[in-house]
Nanobody
Framework: VQLQASGGGLVQTGGSLRLSCAASGRTFRSYVMGWFRQAPGKEREFVAGIRWSDGSTRYADSVKDRFTISRDNTKNTVYLQMNSLKPEETAVYSC?????????????????WGQGTLVTVSS
C-alpha cells in the first residue's frame, strides 16, 4: 500500500487549501482513510476520517464546519478541503489507512501512512 499526500503550502489566516492523498497498491473498499496533523512539539492528532465504502465521515471538533473530507473512487484519492485556516493549524498533515471499517481517531490503529505535507498558516 502506498499513500502519497500533496497540496500543502503557505496560506494566510482565513485562507483555504485542499490536500490530496493518492492511494495505490490494493482495493480500498473496506478501508478507512484518515488525515492527521502534527505541529512542532505536539503529538499527532486526528483531523478527519472517511469510510471508503459508503463515504461516512468523522471530524475532530476543532475542524467541524471548516474542513471537509471526501473521496474519489475513480482516482483512489482522498481529499481534505480546509477553509478558514488558523495559525495554530500549522502542522505536517499526513494521510493514513486502516483495513477496519470503524473510523478511529487513534493514529496507532492505522496501518499505512503516507509522507506528510506541510501546511503553514501565517498570521
Amino acid at each position: 500500500v502506498q499513500l502519497q499526500a500533496s497540496g500543502g503550502g503557505l496560506v494566510q489566516t482565513g485562507g483555504s487549501l485542499r490536500l490530496s492523498c493518492a492511494a495505490s497498491g490494493r482495493t480500498f473498499r473496506s478501508y478507512v482513510m484518515g488525515w492527521f496533523r502534527q505541529a512542532p512539539g505536539k503529538e499527532r492528532e486526528f483531523v478527519a476520517g472517511i469510510r471508503w465504502s459508503d463515504g461516512s465521515t468523522r471530524y475532530a471538533d476543532s475542524v467541524k464546519d471548516r474542513f471537509t473530507i471526501s473521496r474519489d473512487n475513480t482516482k483512489n484519492t482522498v481529499y481534505l478541503q480546509m477553509n478558514s485556516l488558523k495559525p495554530e493549524e500549522t502542522a505536517v498533515y499526513s494521510c493514513a489507512a486502516r483495513p477496519i471499517v470503524v473510523i478511529s481517531t487513534d493514529p496507532t490503529t492505522y496501518y499505512y501512512w503516507g509522507q506528510g505535507t506541510l501546511v503553514t498558516v501565517s498570521s
